[in-house]
């Protein structure tokens, strides 16, 4: 299984909403990533998992939490965003740059519309 | 950390025609140079990669050459088909402080005109 599913495809939410994008990798990964992308724009890095820790978080707004419960799994959680935070998100994974520096895979993506 | 450049934004070429998208990178330490399309409303997928022990890496009609004194690397497609159109990104990972982090560059969105 060569591929990273996501869901869902398209979420529609509002601001005092909570929901969550989930996404799951069964190539034996151990790098997930959580990417957000606006149109016509290059993805834009949110959080990276290593080893089911957090080991970066580009300064993103609270209102977003990741969490990876198992190597196959990766959440985002979502409370109280923004209609700014409207956009594509990509879930990827990989092997760790501590192997060899490998191939990102992507996900689908959820489109999310923040009303 | 990393920054990566890309030119052009845009790029329309005849079917048929070559195409060519150039980024610098500034980080030297960076030793992997991926590129990826992306087509309307679908994910990026890697199309070629290089790391940066090899000089240029050809995949039948796409090639990739890298240049690491100049700190720059291209994308050449050959032969181009209207299928050949959408955005494609390269990208570079910094040096091992950077962790697994990938900088990609602003995107080059092709058209091949038939």
């Known amino acids: ?16 909403n909570k929901k969550s994008l989930k996404c799951e990798q069964h190539m034996g990964h151990r ?3 959580w990417y957000k992308q606006k149109a016509k724009k290059p993805p ?11 080991s970066i978080n580009e300064s993103v707004p609270s209102r977003f939490s990741p969490e990876c419960p198992n190597s196959s799994l990766l959440n985002l959680h979502l409370h109280a965003l923004q209609p700014e935070d409207s956009a594509l998100y990509l879930c990827a994974s990989s092997q760790p740059r501590d192997r060899v520096h490998n191939e990102q895979f992507f996900g689908p993506g959820t489109r999310l519309t923040v009303l | 950390g990393e920054n990566v450049e890309q030119h052009p934004s845009t ?5 048929g025609d070559s195409a060519v998208i ?4 500034s980080d030297s330490a ?4 991926p590129w990826y399309k992306q087509e309307l409303g679908k994910r990026p997928q890697l199309i070629i990669d290089i790391r940066s022990n090899v000089g240029e890496k050809k995949d039948q009609r796409i090639a990739v050459t890298l240049n ?11 032969e181009t088909q209207p299928e050949d159109s959408a955005v494609y990104f390269c ?8 962790g697994n982090k990938l900088t990609f560059g602003g995107g080059t969105r092709v058209l091949v005109k038939p």
Do not use: R
């Open chain 1, 1 to 16: 299984d060569t591929e990273v599913t996501q869901t869902p495809k398209h979420l529609v939410m509002g601001m005092t």
């Open chain 1, 31 to 33: 790098a997930m990533y």
């Open chain 1, 44 to 54: 834009e890095l949110m959080f990276v998992y290593s080893y089911e820790k957090l």
């Open chain 2, 11 to 15: 790029l329309s070429v005849q079917e």
């Open chain 2, 22 to 25: 150039k980024c610098t990178y």
């Open chain 2, 30 to 33: 960076s030793n992997y140079f």
């Open chain 2, 68 to 78: 690491k004194t100049a700190k720059h690397f291209s994308l050449h497609i050959t």
């Open chain 2, 91 to 98: 990208a570079a990972p910094g040096g091992k402080a950077a």
